[in-house]
């Protein structure tokens, strides 16, 4: 079985600070790990995923995403925030089956 | 090239109609997958076809369900609907179900509204 836990279902930060959104995951085979990004009327767009190798992994828009399995996580930062990243991001795992996504974090830049 | 297709866009029924939502994958995507989306529950899986086949379900009653056609088309159907069923249904489509590293490109999804 696989699963995702993303904490804190609402963010905010100011422009130029730091995002970091939190996902932890749980599966029983070595993950394949996906972080995807949903705009206002929009379906998801992949940010960035991690399938083997490099723990650390860069994605589109300045977001990097670092795996660390000993703590079964794989949160995504983004040294400064910009306006235009206001969305919903959903991380998903998928092990030896389906896509698992978690229940999503919205986030609010504030000006 | 053109990307996923979902139509409509907006639907609403009222409660113990049916519905049919489509999705036209991008072309030579021949995996199509299924998701509901709803404030809160996050992605919920439906449904996985390849090939005209179905290949993973979800957790969801009988009264969805859905097919594939040989061109790759997929349909959606709901019977009996209840007002929970109100969410965005999101469709996802992929090269091959069997490649798991592989991004799935989705559509905008289908907001069915049940009175």
């Known amino acids: 079985a696989q699963s995702v836990t993303q904490l804190g279902s609402h963010v905010s930060v100011s422009e130029g600070a730091l995002v970091l959104l939190r996902c932890n995951y749980s599966s029983s085979v070595p993950p394949y790990l996906f972080w995807y990004v949903q705009y206002p009327n929009q379906g998801l767009q992949l940010l960035l995923k991690y399938t083997t190798g490099a723990t650390l992994v860069k994605g589109i828009n300045g977001f990097e995403a670092e795996f660390k399995k000993s703590e079964t996580s794989f949160h995504l930062t983004k040294p400064s925030a910009h306006m235009s990243d206001a969305a919903e991001y959903f991380c998903?795992?998928?092990?030896?089956?389906?896509?698992?996504f978690g229940t999503g974090t919205r986030l609010t830049i504030i000006p | 090239k053109a990307g996923v297709t979902q139509t409509p866009r907006y639907l609403i029924k009222t409660r113990g109609q049916q519905v049919t939502l489509s999705c036209s994958p991008i072309s030579g995507h021949r995996s199509v997958s299924w998701y509901q989306q709803t404030p809160g529950q996050g992605l919920q899986f439906l449904f996985e076809?390849?090939?005209?086949?179905?290949?993973n379900k979800g957790n969801f009653p009988g009264r969805f369900s859905g097919r594939q056609f040989s061109n790759s088309r997929s349909e959606m159907n709901v019977s009996t609907l209840e007002l929970g069923d109100s969410a965005l249904y999101l469709c996802?489509?992929?090269?091959?179900?069997?490649?798991?590293?592989?991004?799935?490109?989705f559509g905008s999804g289908t907001q069915l509204s049940v009175l």
């Open positions: 998903a795992v998928r092990g030896n089956e389906k896509l698992t």
């Open positions: 996802a489509s992929s090269l091959a179900p069997n490649r798991l590293n592989e991004k799935l490109f």
């Open positions: 076809y390849f090939s005209e086949t179905q290949r």
